[in-house]
Nanobody, 114 residues
């Protein structure tokens, strides 16, 4: 079955950086688009970044120029590099794949605070 596990979150000061990792299994990773979503306190879940199977990337306007999504098909892993973090980036971040149904990781907390 599909399994998705995120790692790399934590507490960081404004202006700092973090890299999230998402390891997926149970499907042919290289054939599927992978995405990172986030849900802040009292907010709806939103798409942050996505990478297609061919490596084409898209970003939410709020993170363009600061976040970079990448994938390593040999490791079944997708990354989210987050630079110049702001307090408004505080959220639970989820890794996602749409494979017939939507599959989500358990989520990982990112807190940006001084």
């Amino acid at each position: 079955q599909v399994q998705i596990v995120e790692s790399g979150g934590g507490l960081v000061q404004p202006g700092g950086s973090l890299r999230l990792s998402c390891v997926a299994s149970g499907f042919i990773f290289r054939l599927y688009a992978m995405g990172w979503f986030r849900q802040g306190p009292g907010k709806q879940r939103e798409l942050v970044a996505q990478t297609t199977s061919s490596g084409t990337t898209t970003y939410a306007d709020s993170v363009k120029g600061r976040f970079t999504i990448s994938r390593d098909n040999a490791k079944n892993t997708v990354y989210l590099r987050m630079n110049s973090l702001k307090p408004e980036d505080t959220a639970v971040y989820f890794c996602h794949v749409a494979r017939g149904a939507d599959y989500w990781g358990q989520g990982i907390q990112v807190t940006v605070s001084s």
